[in-house]
């Protein structure tokens, strides 16, 4: 199976600021068929999983245009331009270029 | 609005059984990919089982292949998951999900329903 790892695993970071999450996975996760099958999911506190972005960098109906995601090949990332108290939860990662789809271990974002 | 609704988890002693469902609305049931996906208090998320638009084609991951049977009611707008010999490595919040295959994704969840697995 594909292995996602995600890093940072834990993220404090200040209201308004910047952050960043990295993806690498242990295959390339571009398809035979030319798209990168590479996701992001965040889940809020006690609440299931809602994908932000598909496709490595498009965004879902009704993601603030804060979050943006892009990269290549094996190197993945998902960037929120100014943080706010709503973001706070576990970002997950997800490739779906090979089966099985498989998932990186989560960062967790916090409000330090 | 698309609605996965899930529900039937609780506490079972190993060994036993249990039958989870997902009740959908909201968009055309038959036509979809569904999947089950599980994930650990305080770990991460992994796929359990997965089924095709008519039921005829299912897959499940090697933890729990030989016990878990995935099915659907095309009908009842309605996923299961049936889960026999529950082992305390079951012990999860299941969720069932809907297949956006064009981006080999997930596009929408439920809410998911925790099962137990203990003496």
């Known amino acids: 199976d594909v292995v996602m790892t995600q890093s940072p695993l834990s993220l404090p970071v200040t209201l308004g600021q910047p952050a960043s999450i990295s993806c690498r996975s242990s295959?390339?996760?571009?398809?035979?068929?030319?798209?990168?099958?590479l996701n992001w999911f965040q889940q809020r506190p006690g609440q299931s999983p809602r994908r932000l972005i598909y496709?490595?960098?498009n965004r879902d109906s009704g993601v603030p245009d804060r979050f943006s995601g892009s990269g290549s090949g094996t190197d993945f990332t998902l960037k929120i331009s100014r943080v706010e108290a709503e973001d706070v939860g576990i970002y997950y990662c997800?490739?779906?270029?090979?089966?099985?789809?498989?998932f990186g271990q989560g960062t967790r974002v916090e409000i330090k | 609005e698309v609605q996965l609704v899930d529900s039937g988890g609780g506490l079972v002693q190993p060994g036993g059984s249990l039958r989870l469902s997902c009740a959908a609305s909201?968009?055309?049931?038959?036509?979809?990919?569904m999947f089950w996906v599980r994930q650990v208090p305080g770990e991460g998320l992994v796929w359990v089982s997965v089924?095709?638009?008519?039921?005829?084609?299912?897959g499940h991951a090697d933890s729990v292949k030989g016990r878990f049977s995935i099915s659907r009611d095309n009908a009842k707008n309605t996923l299961y998951l049936q889960m026999n010999s529950l082992r305390a490595e079951d012990t999860a919040v299941y969720y069932c999900?809907?297949?956006?295959?064009?981006?080999?994704?997930?596009?929408?969840w439920g809410q998911g329903t925790l099962v137990t697995v203990s003496s």
């Open positions: 496709k490595v960098s």
């Open positions: 295959q390339s996760l571009v398809h035979s068929d030319g798209n990168t099958y």
């Open positions: 999900a809907r297949d956006d295959t064009h981006a080999q994704t997930f596009d929408y």
């Open positions: 909201g968009f055309t049931f038959s036509n979809y990919w």
């Open positions: 997800m490739q779906g270029t090979h089966w099985p789809r498989t």
């Open positions: 089924i095709n638009p008519d039921g005829s084609a299912t």
